[in-house]
């Protein structure tokens, strides 16, 4: 039986670059996922401007610039149909970039396999002792002195150890597919809301767009019939999806399992911030878990990465939840926005916030 300081389940951005920090500071690590790498996930492949102080933190700015990639120059707001709300980034403030999903997640597994952990693809999670540390997967059982649970929002480290929240019923239902870029798609995000939900799309290099979009599945489950109300001429797409959009924060972990990026919590797409706070949260828990590995105590190490959590989200997240409960019931939002004329100042507020870069 392998043993290992840290196993991290899922090699998503906040798993890599958790396994990353913790392989750059010496420990045995081991990053499993139970895909084969390179893959595509839902996702509106782009990355908040806040992620450019990670780059430079971790030296792979370089890196990342290299990364094939499409820089968005502003944000569009439709509603119905009707241009509601257009912002350019001008300097010294800059726009998302869009780098596709799997380009990304196996640029950094890659990163975090230089750095020397031992990477498993193909290797699903069957078992997990949080007071042992001993993981069962298909691949055999492995130890370790703490388990990171960076599987996603459908997180098995956090059901089979007891921190995932009650399930409650999600009527919200994510679709992506890539699309040969329209014509006249400039290089904004743009974002559409109908009543049935709402989607993005935007550029990820010169011949290619994403479409990303939540629909409340009461409504309709067509995602191919909202889109051609814009862009009345798409083609029939493979989509991808995913379930559930939102759910209640789990238990952030207990002394041996920490949970980070979205296993822990989910933030609302529409604001493009989710592999941001993956980012941060991976780099959190694996600067938290060097502390505790050194000190062999993850007792006090756990309450510092609880703590520092909790203010991570709190400092930046307010926007993002102030949409999401905007967004719970879509048709709301759209009957409010064809009754009144939005507020500039308003909207350009909360997208500098989203948009900010510290």
Not at 156 to 181: E, K
Request: charged share 20%; with cysteine.
């Amino acid at each position: 039986m392998s043993t290992y300081d840290v196993i991290i389940v899922g090699a998503a951005p906040a798993g890599s670059v958790a396994a990353l920090v913790l392989a750059r500071a010496g420990h045995r690590v081991a990053l499993i996922d139970r895909a084969a790498f390179p893959r595509v996930k839902v996702c509106g492949n782009c990355i908040n401007p806040a992620a450019w102080q990670i780059w430079n933190r971790l030296g792979l700015r370089a890196a990342f610039e290299s990364l094939p990639h499409q820089e968005l120059t502003g944000f569009t707001l439709h509603s119905e149909g009707r241009q509601i709300f257009e912002q350019t980034f001008r300097p010294p403030h800059r726009g998302p970039r869009a780098v596709a999903r799997d380009l990304l997640d196996d640029w950094l597994r890659r990163e975090a396999q230089g750095a020397g952990a031992k990477f498993l693809p193909e290797t699903t999670v069957t078992g997990l002792d949080s007071q042992t540390g001993m993981v069962q997967t298909s691949r055999g059982d492995f130890s370790a002195r703490l388990v990171l649970g960076a599987d996603g929002r459908n997180s098995q480290v956090a059901r089979q150890t007891g921190l995932m929240p009650p399930p409650r019923r999600c009527h919200r239902i994510a679709w992506q597919a890539s699309v040969p870029a329209p014509t006249d798609l400039d290089d904004h995000v743009h974002m559409h809301l109908f009543e049935e939900g709402y989607f993005g799309i935007c550029r990820y290099n010169s011949a290619e767009a994403v479409i990303s979009m939540v629909l409340d599945s009461r409504r309709t489950q067509d995602p191919l019939a909202l889109v051609r109300r814009v862009f009345p001429r798409l083609e029939e797409q493979s989509w991808l999806r995913m379930n559930p959009i939102t759910r209640a924060p789990a238990r952030i972990g207990t002394n041996r399992v920490w949970l980070i990026g979205d296993a822990a919590r989910v933030v609302e797409p529409f604001t493009g911030e989710g592999i941001t706070f993956a980012l941060s949260t991976g780099i959190l828990a694996a600067e938290t878990a060097c502390e505790g590995l050194a000190r062999n105590n993850f007792v006090s190490a756990f309450n510092l990465y609880a703590r520092e959590h909790r203010r991570l989200y709190r400092r930046r997240a307010w926007v993002n939840t102030l949409m999401r409960w905007a967004l719970t019931t879509p048709a709301w939002p759209v009957r409010l926005l064809r009754r009144m004329k939005p507020s500039p100042v308003l909207v350009s507020f909360l997208s500098h916030r989203v948009h900010a870069t510290g």
